[in-house]
């Protein structure tokens, strides 16, 4: 009798389509909002770009868009790559506010979903890394990037025949999969997690025996939003610092 | 067994039918599954962010550094018990 019931996880993350129905391009929410995420920072950085022309002294939204390269070049790239990197500062920016943008949605009162909570964004940007990372080592050493990449020095040639296949494993078919697991499971786990709270608010609302317990869910889910934000940001932040290590590990091996 | 062995259990309704066995064992695999896989992570994040906090005790000045490498050790470590909490979207 007082058993809530909570929703199946179909109902959790299937979204219905607005348009193109039955199609492989349907368009539904989870697109839309892939598509703002995509659109904010662009407007972000125009705006940026239209005072920039007048002030060099930042301050509004150049301040913003100045803070996130900065964010990205100095403790991202400089600390991973070196001076060497700061070619691949756009992608490396361009990939981090796309996710930052995305994973807020999650918090954002109308729209409640992170748009990486669906495995298409975190594959597709796994894959741009992962053959990011396989251009620039093969352009830095030439075909030769394939072996060097999974032989360390000052092995043995005994533990090589050990050391070289879990190497092979590790850099060119982990890396990609870890990194689409982790930036979806976060999100897919925040998302769950904050749906149980309010499916466990509004239950014991409805069910008045046990409004006495309200105040304590609640102050659960306000926390876990703020949790949430924090996880938002920190699964930008360590993706984008993932590919620079990765970038920076194919520009010098070993 | 017995004819009145066979009636007795022919005519008892306990335990559940095959899909709802299925279903049952497929939920406690799952959040063993979960359970399990997040033990691991957890004391390694816990080891991870002691020797980070040591680290930038005994020498403030390399803080930002040990920073940056501490949240790429616990992306790494995390990662592991995702991949089991992945396991546990998929058998549900």
New interface residues.
Partial sequence: MLAADFPT?RELVIWPSWFLKNTNFAFNKVSFLSFLAMLIPVLLFVAAGAKYKKSLVPSGVQNWAEGAVDLVEK?IIM??IGSDGLGYLPLLLTMFLFIFVGNLFEIIPTAQFPANARMANPVVLALMSWLVFLFVGVKHHGPKYFWDAVNPPGVPVALKLLVVPIEIISVFIVRPF?LA??L???M??GHILLVTFVVLSVQVFTLKPLIAILPFTFAGLVLFTGFELMVAV?QA??FT??TA?YIGGAIQTH | MSTLAHLAHAASNTGLSAADQKSANGATGAGLAYGLAAIGPGIGIGIIFGNAIQAMARQPEAASQVQTTMFLGVAFTEALALIGFVVFILLK
Avoid: E, G
Wanted: charged residues 5%; positive net charge.
């Fill in positions: 996880m403790q600390p991973t870890s697991i982790r979806f499971a976060n897919l786990a920190l932040y360590v610092l993932l290590v």
